[in-house]
């Protein structure tokens, strides 16, 4: 009997043994001397086989290929794979493109909030460059067409398209969903980048603190919009850009309610808290929106870009302008920067896993209050109710069931 063809990447390892005596298989790493043993019945389809030479190997008659390595290996490593076992191919120094390297995302559509200037740019570019089709969410669609211009010069077929989006006013949000939804009736990835840093106390037209609003409330809001479109399209990822600053919140069960989140002007305010508080939000966000719409196929994560990154997010005070301005030979670039955004959009390695924070393309663990179930419900259902209470019951007319479990 003639040796069995096998591909490549199936040839027999080291280590590799076949008991014919309790039909077991046995794999043993050249390396570690890890060792795995699998029992029971082949996958379906799957058959086993010996040689005239004593031989054991595998056909695949579903596939019409054979080989040396027990499939049950195989079926076995994926069934225990869990998120430790990720291998990290990226670090703080890869950029947006490197991960992105080899890969097809033609067909798939993106939207990327603040995707004009800075991170979400280089975002952009990115997927763009991949063969991602973009739609820029930006609040000045002059700006918007600039970028789109300056990436058709290096990439002339780029599928990029510009669509308004204020996060200051939660009309313009339902308006852009609205648009967005007739106009392209998918939604592959959603990156929430845009976000504003160091602005004395102000209110939007809606009424709320506008930090709060630009960097939690209406991309809260534009998520659960976006919610039955993201669920047609499934498998979807839905990124939320938020900020090693999480750490340093103030917001716990006790006090996360709407005059804390979105102070009054006669309370007491500190520009820094409440930046730290709308990026808790976004990672429990994030991970709240997992437990509520994981199962429809939407993975959810959030992401920490890096420190201190040249992005323009201290624009709004010249004491940030020049602290950001003296560290910046010692930070990312803003392509390093995007690099964990664009793994979480398009990396196979997350793609079984959501509600996930990312740091560096590295999943790792956020604060403590992040994690808190109960924290990320009752942000939920503030959150929804300080939409209800501006927009009333019509706020959700894009979302069915919205406002999920």
Wanted: aromatic share 8%.
């Amino acid at each position: 009997m003639d040796i069995p063809e096998t591909d490549s990447e199936d040839e027999m390892a080291p280590g590799w043994e076949e008991s014919h005596a309790t039909q077991t298989t046995q794999w043993q790493h050249p390396r570690t001397n890890k060792k795995k043993k699998v029992t029971g019945e082949l996958p379906y389809g799957w058959e086993r086989q010996i040689t005239e030479e004593g031989k054991v190997f595998f056909v695949d008659h579903v596939n019409h290929k054979t080989t040396y390595t027990d499939p049950r290996l195989a079926f076995a490593e994926e069934e225990t794979r869990s998120l430790g076992d990720l291998r990290q191919r990226f670090d703080s120094s890869t950029t947006g493109v490197q991960v992105l390297h080899g890969r097809d995302l033609t067909g798939r559509v993106a939207v990327v909030t603040g995707g004009n200037a800075g991170i979400g740019f280089e975002t952009v570019r990115s997927l763009a460059y991949h063969g991602c089709t973009v739609v820029m969410a930006c609040r000045d669609v002059a700006r918007g067409e600039s970028a789109v211009a300056r990436i058709h010069t290096q990439r002339p077929h780029a599928a990029l398209h510009v669509l308004q989006l204020d996060l200051a006013s939660l009309i313009s949000v339902k308006n852009f969903a609205h648009a967005f939804s007739l106009q392209f009736g998918r939604c592959d990835i959603l990156i929430l980048n845009a976000g504003v840093f160091g602005l004395p106390h102000a209110h939007t037209s809606d009424g709320f603190e506008v930090m709060f609003q630009v960097n939690h409330l209406s991309h809260f809001y534009l998520c659960l919009l976006l919610q039955p479109l993201l669920a047609k399209s499934a498998p979807a990822r839905v990124i939320f850009v938020s900020c090693e600053a999480h750490r340093f919140a103030s917001l716990d069960v006790d006090s996360l309610r709407e005059e804390v989140l979105s102070p009054s002007p006669r309370s007491p305010f500190s520009s820094t808290t409440s930046y730290c508080n709308t990026k808790l939000c976004n990672v429990l966000c994030a991970l709240e929106m997992q437990r509520r719409f994981g199962d429809q196929g939407i993975n959810s994560y959030a992401v920490h870009p890096g420190n201190a990154v040249a992005s323009g997010l201290a624009r709004h005070w010249w004491g940030y302008r020049l602290l950001f301005s003296l560290v910046q030979p010692f930070t990312k670039t803003l392509q390093q920067a995007c690099a964990s955004s664009v793994f979480c959009a398009a990396s196979n390695d997350l793609a079984r896993y959501g509600g996930v924070y990312v740091n560096n393309c590295v999943p790792c663990m956020p604060s403590a209050q992040a994690m808190d179930s109960v924290l990320g419900h009752r942000l939920w259902v503030v959150s929804l109710k300080m939409i209800e209470g501006v927009l009333g019951q019509r706020a959700f007319n894009l979302c069915i069931g919205s406002s999920g479990k």
